[in-house]
C-alpha cells in the first residue's frame, strides 16, 4: 500500500509462538477490544463475551493456538511479556472454572466450548483471517467488533485503512518498491541499512533503535539456545519429536551448557566443514520454529511460521563469519526489516492470502540481502540476493498437517535458511548489471501467483499434505 509507512519494528516483534496470524494478531485483537470496551464503560459491567472465527482462522485455529491467543488478549495479558510457561495452567484454568478474568480485573462467566465459535463454512470479505468480538453489557447494550490478521501480527478493523491507526509520519526517504530503495541508496551515497537508519529516526532515537534491534536479537539468540536444550514431543497431538537438542549434542559431541554465551563460545572455537556448518544453521532454525510450535517466546520474522530464517542466518554470521559486533547486529536486521517492509507493501506476508511463499519465501529473502549487505555486498547485490532467494519460493503452498505450525513448517525454516545463504553467496559473486529479474518484478510475480493459487493451500488444511499424511487427530 502506497502510504503505508512500515518500521522495521512493526516486522520484527517479539511475541508467542505458534503463528503470527492466526495468534498474535487474534492476541492484539483482543487486546484492541478490551481497550474499547474500557473506553466504552466499566467493565464491571459487561455481562458476557464471546468471539466468533472465520475461514481460516476457523480452520486452522485450534492447531495455530487462536483459541488460547484471544482468552489470553481479553485477560489483558501482553504477547511481549506474557509468562509463556505459565499458558497451559491458564487456559486450563479457564475451562475447568468457566470463568475470564476480563482485563485481568472483573471475572466474567466464560465458557471457551460455547464463548470461541469457529465458522468453518464462513469467510469476511475482507480477508480470510477474519474475526467478531461480541460483547453485552448488563444493561443489554451491545459491542461488535470486526478485526482482521492480515499477516505478520498486522491487524486491521473493519472499515479501516492498513497504517491509518498509527499517527502519520513523514520519512525522509519514503519506500514503497526496491527500486526507489536502491535510488535513494544511489543519489545519497548511503547503505540500505543507512537509509533505514534515517527513517527509523523518524519515529525513536538512535540510542531506541540500536537499543530495540539489539533486544530483538537478544530474544532471537535465547530462544535459539532453549530450543537447543529441550526435548520431547511437541504439543497439539502429531507427536512430533523435537531434533534441535540431539542435534546440538551429535554435533558437539557433549552434554547441556548452562546459558548461551558458553554454548556459542564452544561452537566458535570448534573448527566444522562445510558438512558440520551447514548441520548447525539446520539446527538453529529447528530450535526455533520447536520453540515457536511449542507457544514459546519468538520475534516475527517476518511471521511466526517463518521465525527460524533470520535467527539461523544472523547465528551463522555471528558464530562462523565474525559478526558478532552490535553495529553488525544492527545492519543486519535494518536491511532485513526494510526488504520485508517492500514485500508486506508490494504482495503479503500472509499466508492465509499467499501461500508459503509469502512466509518463508519473504522470510530468505530478508536474510539473504541482510546477510549480503553485512558481508560487503553492494545495493544491487543486496536486492539481487534477496530477489534470488525469493525466486526460488514462488509458489509455494501453505497446507499445514492437523492444522499445526508443524509438519511441514518447521522443517521449511531450515530450507529457507540454507536458501537464503546460497542466494547472498550467488549475489555476491554475481553481476547484478547482467540480472534478468529485478527485486520488484519478482514481488509482484510472488503476488499474481499468491492471487492464482487455490484457497485451500492458503493456511487451511485442506489440501496438499494436510489431506495426504494420516495424523490420527480427533475430529473438530
Avoid at 495455530?64 to 495479558?77: I, R, S, Y
Wanted: charged share 20%; aromatic share 8%.
Amino acid at each position: 500500500m502506497a502510504e503505508e509507512r512500515i518500521s522495521v519494528f512493526d516486522i520484527f516483534k517479539i511475541g508467542v509462538g505458534p503463528s503470527s496470524s492466526h495468534t498474535l494478531g487474534p492476541w492484539k485483537a483482543a487486546l484492541k477490544f478490551l481497550e474499547m470496551l474500557r473506553g466504552a464503560g466499566p467493565l464491571e459491567e459487561v455481562a458476557l463475551v464471546e468471539v466468533h472465527l472465520f475461514g481460516s482462522l476457523a480452520k486452522t485455529g485450534i492447531g495455530h493456538g487462536t483459541d488460547v491467543a484471544v482468552q489470553l488478549g481479553l485477560c489483558g495479558e501482553m504477547p511481549e511479556t506474557f509468562a509463556v510457561e505459565t499458558l497451559q495452567s491458564r487456559i486450563q484454568t479457564i475451562a475447568t472454572q468457566k470463568k475470564l478474568l476480563l482485563g485481568n480485573a472483573v471475572e466474567l462467566p466464560f465458557d471457551p466450548i460455547t464463548a470461541i465459535r469457529f465458522h468453518f463454512l464462513e469467510s469476511l470479505p475482507f480477508h480470510p483471517n477474519g474475526m467478531t468480538f461480541r460483547a453485552q453489557w448488563k444493561d443489554g447494550r451491545q459491542e461488535m467488533r470486526t478485526f482482521y490478521s492480515i499477516g505478520g501480527g498486522f491487524i486491521v478493523q473493519e472499515g479501516e485503512e492498513p497504517g491509518l491507526a498509527k499517527p502519520p509520519v513523514k520519512l525522509p526517504f519514503p519506500i514503497d518498491s526496491a527500486g526507489e530503495l536502491e535510488r535513494y541508496c544511489e543519489e545519497n551515497g548511503m547503505s540500505i541499512s543507512q537509509v533505514v537508519f534515517e527513517n527509523e529516526k523518524s519515529w525513536r532515537t538512535e540510542e531506541e533503535i540500536k537499543g530495540g534491534l539489539l533486544r530483538i536479537w537478544e530474544v532471537m539468540k535465547e530462544c535459539i539456545y532453549r530450543g537447543c536444550h529441550i526435548s520431547g514431543i511437541l504439543p497439539g497431538g502429531l507427536n512430533v519429536v523435537r531434533r534441535a537438542e540431539q542435534m546440538n549434542k551429535k554435533l558437539l559431541a557433549t552434554g547441556h551448557y548452562r546459558d548461551y554465551d558458553s554454548w556459542i563460545k564452544t561452537i566458535r572455537a570448534t573448527s566444522f566443514d562445510f558438512s558440520g556448518v551447514l548441520n548447525w544453521v539446520s539446527c538453529f532454525a529447528l530450535a526455533v520454529n520447536e520453540e515457536n510450535a511449542a507457544f514459546g517466546r519468538v520475534v516475527t520474522a517476518p511471521t511466526n511460521g517463518a521465525a527460524g530464517v533470520i535467527p539461523a542466518v544472523l547465528q551463522y554470521y555471528t558464530a562462523f563469519c565474525g559478526g558478532d559486533k552490535p553495529e553488525k547486529i544492527v545492519q543486519f536486521l535494518l536491511t532485513a526489516g526494510e526488504l520485508g517492509s517492500i514485500f508486506k507493501k508490494g504482495a503479503t506476508i500472509s499466508a492465509a492470502m499467499g501461500g508459503c511463499q509469502a512466509e518463508i519465501g519473504v522470510s530468505s529473502a530478508m536474510a539473504a540481502g541482510a546477510l549480503t549487505e553485512c558481508q560487503g555486498g553492494s545495493v544491487s547485490q543486496v536486492l539481487m540476493a534477496a530477489e534470488i532467494a525469493m525466486e526460488h519460493h514462488l509458489g509455494m503452498t501453505c497446507d499445514p498437517v492437523g492444522g499445526l505450525v508443524q509438519v511441514p513448517c518447521i522443517e521449511r525454516n531450515t530450507m529457507g535458511a540454507i536458501k537464503a545463504i546460497t542466494a547472498s553467496q550467488l549475489a555476491l559473486n554475481g553481476m547484478p548489471e547482467h540480472a534478468k529479474v529485478s527485486l520488484d518484478a519478482v514481488i509482484k510475480t510472488m503476488w499474481l501467483t499468491a492471487l492464482d493459487m487455490n484457497s485451500k493451500y492458503k493456511e487451511t488444511s485442506d489440501g496438499g499434505l494436510a489431506l495426504h499424511i494420516s495424523v490420527g487427530l480427533p475430529e473438530c
